[in-house]
């Protein structure tokens, strides 16, 4: 569980309703003022339509459901997987790149899975480079889209917002007869842009912010293990492999290789899709 996720969106809620109960003199009954059943459906199923309209509905559903992924990320540990691909290294080095085979089929992570098996298979090194590479550029694509999906949506709930203030203005400005309800009408229209920034600003900009800095975590995951399956396939000395992929971590980081005691078969960077 991601609790940065789950923390940020209960304190938003928290210091929204606060500010209300403050600004209203803690009046519970203020709360209520920002309820309106229409104003909702404005925003929200606006909102909706148009994210619809945006994109293909395959899409569409699949981008809902990736949000999900924001309060339980995939457990990618770069310094595992550069642990695994030492030991790969070395069991390379030792029994031959043949020896791979076995240990990839221990393996749960198919990425490095595939990657091994080309080496295997003696798959020309430009090309094992060409098939991962156009591999990770779609996945980083994939990616790319789902958060500009959620950013798309952060524009569409304000200007939503607006108009639900704007059918309120005019239904407000034809009915001038009653001084008394113009007050009450006013606050009704402005709340349809309130929702709107909510929208924006509490839900979709900050999963789409999350859903990139996850997806720039998975991608330098997957380059290590690229990084490090080309090194294994020119049959570089395993020391020297990992030293070169301990510089794609931060020095904060590279403390962390080794760490497991370089043990396993090979599939300790696999489960962790």
């Known amino acids: 569980m991601e609790l940065g996720s789950l923390v940020g969106l209960v304190l938003a809620v928290v210091f929204i309703i606060l500010a209300i109960l403050m600004t209203a003199d803690f009046d519970v009954a203020g709360i209520a003022a920002f309820g309106d059943a229409g104003s909702v459906m404005v925003v929200v199923g606006g909102t909706i339509a148009s994210g619809l309209i945006g994109v293909k509905l395959k899409n569409f559903i699949g981008s ?3 949000a999900a992924v924001i309060f339980k990320p995939p457990a990618l540990d770069p310094a595992s997987a550069i642990d695994t691909v030492v030991r790969l290294a070395n069991t390379a080095r030792k029994e031959g790149v043949l020896a791979l ?6 393996m749960d992570d198919v ?7 080309l080496i295997v298979d003696g798959t020309d090194p430009e090309l094992v480079k060409g098939i991962m590479e156009t591999e990770l550029g779609y996945t980083d694509e994939r990616h790319e889209n789902i958060a500009g ?22 239904l407000m400005l034809g009915d001038l007869d ?4 113009l007050g009450p009408m006013m606050a009704i229209a402005l709340i349809t842009t309130f929702y709107g920034c ?18 720039k975590e998975e991608i330098l995951y997957r380059t290590v293990m690229v ?16 030293e070169k992929l301990k510089s794609f971590l931060a020095p904060a980081l590279r403390g962390g290789v080794g760490a497991s005691g370089g043990g396993g078969s090979g ?6 899709e």
């Open 111 to 117: 990425f490095l899975k595939k990657g091994i098996m």
């Open 64 to 66: 809902l459901k990736a």
């Open 267 to 272: 599939g300790g960077g696999g489960g962790e």
């Open 101 to 106: 085979e076995e240990s990839a089929a221990n």
């Open 149 to 170: 999906f959620y950013s798309a949506l952060a524009t569409y709930a304000p200007s939503w917002g607006m108009i639900g203030t704007m059918i309120g203005l005019v």
């Open 227 to 242: 990084e490090g399956m080309l090194s294994i396939q020119a049959g570089e000395n395993p020391r020297i492999i990992e």
């Open 198 to 215: 909510i929208l924006a600003n509490v839900l979709f900009n900050p999963i789409a912010s999350k859903l990139k800095d996850i997806s």
């Open 178 to 181: 009653d001084p008394d309800a």
